[in-house]
């Protein structure tokens, strides 16, 4: 069983700059590739980002490559959500997840963080 909660979410003007982060809770926090979605008011949830368990695989959807950057900090437990450059398309819900290895369907992750809430405005 793995606990996720995000913190770092907010308002922010277009062309600023968040960083989110996911704390696990659980000694087996290493053992799991994580990834990062969103959702928008009325929208699916999409894939941003995933990492691989031991950081050393990203992939990113073409939405957000190179402007968002996650890395994971395994001795801390924590996953985090470099995001640059933020646009009003990027508003939504964001939250990690946690799968035996990284890949970009929401329905391959076992576990989610409630989410936080980024708001770009224009």
């Known amino acids: 069983q793995v606990q996720l909660v995000e913190s770092g979410g907010g308002l922010v003007q277009a062309g600023g700059s968040l960083r989110l982060s996911c704390a696990a809770s659980g000694r087996t926090f290493s053992t799991y590739a994580m990834g990062w979605f969103r959702q928008a008011p009325g929208k699916e949830r999409e894939f941003v980002a995933t990492?691989?368990?031991?950081?050393?695989?990203?992939y990113y959807a073409d939405s957000v490559k190179g402007r968002f950057t996650i890395s994971r900090d395994n001795a801390k437990n924590t996953v985090y959500l470099q995001m640059n450059s933020l646009k009003p398309e990027d508003t939504a819900v964001y939250y990690c997840?946690?799968?035996?290895?990284?890949?970009?369907?929401?329905?391959?992750?076992?576990?989610w963080g409630q989410g936080t809430q980024v708001t770009v405005s224009s």
């Open positions: 990492i691989s368990r031991s950081g050393g695989a990203t």
């Open positions: 997840a946690a799968a035996r290895v990284a890949l970009t369907r929401a329905v391959d992750y076992d576990y």
